[in-house]
């Protein structure tokens, strides 16, 4: 059975279908070390956590690195940084190999079929994305199946955009990187990528208030709105300064690619994914920034995607079946 895999820097999603319904399995795409010792492990067992050893180190994994970072005072890593696999972590492809196996588990036949997301090229920074691609790739046949890469972007158009014949712009807000795909009956067009997310707010929020990441982060995922009236020096307006800078930057970048193409004279939905994507308020303000900046496009509508977190994932797995046949 085909499977769709988004390798988010925040988030492992795996989908597959079970019956007539999608599913979804997901981790966090972190890790925590520990020095090994026989009582941290008894309590690890206990708890029955996902853990690997190697040498004189435990790696926690995933949602549990999360839930005990705080019991042991210490923090999270991880793998992917910047919507690639992080030069800085010298365990970082084991560590991802292993929460990828946790999500997509083992294959049921020879060749089954799993379609990866993978960033655009980033058309503001020098980060190199075909290592991280054709990594993800080995990954993916060490486990045992076949694997087929997307575009980020385009993986929102298949999720989203079945009603229009895969046609319109495909938009993923996540941690590492904002992802843009414009397609045309499901071939791109125009696809690309800014080396700026919701680490990118979370960093520069940061510095901003002097509060940390993970508290800024926190505030971020515990109902913040994006409002006209934010109250000046506060976390909240700091917030909405950066998510403002991050969709106007989106908007004057895709703007400039689609001035370089020639785009068939039809209209075009906007769709918009991604966790970074999930307070209220980011549509209207996204339509707002659309409306002042504008495309050389007709743009039809814009919707947010069915299940921002979940559609880079769904749209894998339909272009992994379409694939299969």
């Not at 970082?92 to 083992?106: F, H």
């Not at 294959?107 to 920074?125: L, N």
């Not at 076949?146 to 929102?156: Q, S, W």
């Amino acid at each position: 059975m085909s499977k769709g895999l988004d390798v988010g820097t925040m988030n492992i999603i795996c989908s597959e279908m079970e019956g007539d319904e999608i599913v979804f399995v997901q981790q966090r795409n972190a890790f925590l070390e520990l020095d090994y010792n026989e009582m941290t492990k008894m309590m690890l067992d206990n708890a029955r956590v996902a853990y690997v050893i190697k040498g004189n180190k435990i790696y926690v994994l995933g949602d549990d690195a999360l839930r005990f970072a705080t019991v042991f005072k210490k923090s999270t890593r991880r793998p992917m940084k910047s919507g690639v696999l992080s030069p800085e972590e010298k365990e970082a492809i084991p560590i991802i190999k292993l929460l990828i196996e946790k999500v997509v588990g083992s294959p049921e036949y020879a060749g089954e079929t799993v379609c990866i997301s993978s960033p655009a090229k980033p058309i503001d920074s020098d980060i190199e994305v075909l290592y991280h691609r054709k990594t993800m790739e080995a990954l993916i046949k060490k486990i045992g199946y076949t694997p087929y890469v997307i575009d980020e972007g385009l993986a929102v158009v298949y999720s989203e955009l079945a009603d229009t014949s895969f046609t319109g712009i495909g938009i993923s807000f996540g941690a590492g990187m904002t992802n843009v795909t414009a397609a045309y009956f499901a071939a791109p067009i125009v696809s690309f990528s800014i080396a700026k997310g919701g680490d990118w707010i979370d960093e520069n929020v940061a510095k901003a208030t002097g509060m940390s990441r993970e508290q800024v982060c926190a505030i971020k995922e515990s109902g913040f709105e994006l409002k006209r009236e934010v109250e000046l020096g506060s976390v909240e307006g700091a917030l909405a300064i950066y998510y403002d800078q991050l969709i106007s930057n989106i908007v004057e970048n895709l703007a400039r690619k689609l001035a370089e193409v020639t785009p068939p004279a039809v209209e075009f939905p906007v769709v918009l994914a991604g966790g970074t994507s999930k307070p209220r308020g980011f549509k209207a303000l996204f339509d707002e920034r659309l409306n002042e900046i504008g495309l050389p496009v007709n743009v039809s509508e814009i919707r947010v995607a069915r299940d921002p977190l979940f559609s880079v994932a769904r749209g894998c797995l339909i272009a992994a079946k379409t694939r299969e046949g």
